[in-house]
């Protein structure tokens, strides 16, 4: 199983995932985007990176845990 959150972000429309440690897998899905790059729609990719993992996305996660863990307090 794929380490971390990584499954829930990637799908079909914005990539591929591999399970770690299979080499083969890794090798066909590197061959399927060399092939394929440009069936992915580049600014549905970015814009769903910007909208999970922009500078002002994780700066409002990081300061909801302070704010949990200031009310717990």
Known sequence: MPAGC??????????ILVEPGD?????????????????????VIR????DHFSKEVIGKQIAGVY?????KK
């Open 6 to 15: 990584i499954a829930e972000h990637i799908h079909p429309e914005l990539g």
């Open 67 to 71: 704010r949990e863990i200031l009310l």
């Open 23 to 43: 080499e083969a897998a890794l090798q066909a899905a590197v061959e399927h985007m060399l092939d394929h790059r440009t069936d992915y729609d580049q600014k």
């Open 47 to 50: 814009q769903y990176a910007l």
